[in-house]
């Protein structure tokens, strides 16, 4: 084959490999959406809290405006938003806002823990078996957070860090019909 004609083939591959990394995100977008069967209402999950004690979405949280935020204590978008999701939390809590920091199953309890008791995280933090974060359409990326109506229908998904001023606007329209 001439030089002339591999660098032509080595033209064509190349869109065709970013029409195919296109396709596999819009799979994965897809499969976000579409993960709780098209309902988009918040799975029956049960969390469990680092002092041991278990909340459930079907329940506890039943009625109320919540977020749900998987994270790790490896991920710097997550470090990285934290502040800012405890700045939200305290804005909110007043009105009625409750707030689950769900630590994914890779990692160690006692980083989360550690983390958690030395930035003094004011909202409830679970540590997920695997179990929580597939129930909300296998979640993989972190962050990941949800944002929950008091009917029990996610309102938005974010993966990665939220626009805060949208999550903001957001929660304050969901709380505001007490």
Not at 111 to 117: D, I, K
Not at 119 to 146: C, E, I
């Amino acid at each position: 084959m001439s030089q002339a004609t591999q660098e032509t083939s080595k033209r064509a591959k190349s869109p065709l490999r970013y029409i195919a990394m296109a396709l596999v995100a819009g799979v994965i977008a897809c499969t976000g959406y579409f993960a709780f069967g098209g309902q988009q209402k918040v799975p029956d999950a049960t969390f469990t809290l680092l002092s041991g004690q278990k909340i459930s979405t079907a329940s506890d949280l039943k009625g109320k405006v919540y977020l749900v935020n998987f994270w790790a204590t490896s991920c710097e978008t997550c470090m990285k938003e934290m502040p800012e999701m405890i700045n939200t939390y305290n804005k909110f809590k007043g009105r009625g806002l409750e707030f689950v920091a769900v630590a994914m199953n890779y990692d160690a309890p006692m980083y989360v823990t550690n983390y958690a008791q030395t930035r003094n995280l004011p909202f409830k933090v679970a540590m997920d078996d695997g179990s929580a974060a597939k129930q909300f359409g296998n979640v993989q990326l972190t962050p990941t957070t949800f944002v929950i109506d008091r009917n029990g229908k996610i309102l938005k998904r974010y993966v990665g860090e939220p626009t805060f001023a949208e999550l903001d606007q957001l929660l304050d329209k969901a709380l505001g019909s007490a």
